[in-house]
């Protein structure tokens, strides 16, 4: 499952380019004031391939995104470039769990899932419901318009009204509290259209680069 841990799994390497990229931080800044300074995610937009960490990428550019909207909550930050990074890796984001023998290309098949679903399994389809909708229409809004041009597909808002579901849901859970997540999972159902609005400019950001 993922998990709110971008800030967590930085590298030494990572802490290093920081604190060479923040010469003008103050002496009392701690790190996650670094993180905040907008000439950080500057350095990483120029930085080389090999440089800086994805969690570190991911993390100080969704932040950025995020604060912009409104969403000015680390965790959630945490949890986007998380997201952002498990599900660039191959088939990942079609799945529940990096092994798992369901693949789901569209919100309905998981819908289906959730229907046949109990236990343990329910609580981490609703997550994948989430997760699923945010990263499609977060990183992916024009494919969803063009698909809506051709095929009279679903716009955002059936995204955000699934997305929030899943989310709302899945914080519910008993399991959720358990994996630590049930404060990130409402925030980010309060909050989807915001969320995925941030992610919406990151992309058009990266995309432009």
């Known amino acids: 499952m993922i998990q709110a841990d971008a800030r967590s799994r930085l590298t030494a390497d990572d802490v290093e380019f920081v604190l060479r990229a923040t010469p003008r931080a103050r002496r009392d800044e701690g790190?996650?004031?670094?993180?905040?300074?907008?000439?950080?995610?500057?350095?990483?937009?120029?930085?080389?391939?090999?440089?800086?960490?994805p969690?570190?990428?991911?993390?100080?550019?969704?932040?950025?995104?995020?604060?912009?909207?409104?969403?000015?909550?680390?965790?959630?930050?945490?949890?986007?470039?998380?997201?952002?990074?498990?599900?660039?890796?191959?088939?990942?984001?079609?799945?529940?769990?990096?092994?798992?023998?369901?693949?789901h290309r569209y919100l309905?098949?998981?819908?289906?899932?959730?229907?046949?679903?109990?236990?343990?399994?329910?609580?981490?389809v609703l997550v994948h419901l989430g997760n699923y909708a945010l990263w499609i229409a977060g990183v992916f809004p024009t494919w969803i318009s063009a698909r809506r041009g051709r095929r009279g597909g679903p716009d955002?808002?059936?995204?955000?009204?699934?997305?929030?579901?899943?989310?709302?849901?899945?914080?519910?859970?008993?399991?959720?509290?358990?994996?630590?997540?049930?404060?990130?999972?409402r925030l980010t159902a309060d909050r989807f259209s915001d969320v995925r609005s941030a992610l919406n400019d990151l992309s058009g950001r990266l995309n432009a680069a």
């Open 31 to 53: 790190l996650d004031e670094r993180l905040d300074r907008p000439e950080l995610a500057t350095s990483l937009a120029e930085a080389p391939v090999l440089g800086p960490s």
């Open 55 to 103: 969690s570190l990428f991911f993390y100080v550019m969704a932040r950025q995104a995020l604060c912009a909207h409104g969403v000015d909550d680390r965790r959630v930050a945490d949890y986007c470039a998380a997201l952002l990074r498990e599900f660039g890796l191959r088939d990942r984001s079609e799945r529940i769990a990096p092994i798992d023998d369901h693949q």
């Open 108 to 124: 309905v098949d998981i819908v289906a899932d959730l229907a046949a679903s109990h236990g343990d399994r329910q609580f981490r």
């Open 156 to 185: 955002l808002s059936y995204y955000d009204a699934m997305g929030t579901r899943g989310f709302a849901e899945a914080s519910d859970h008993r399991l959720a509290s358990q994996v630590g997540l049930d404060d990130v999972f």
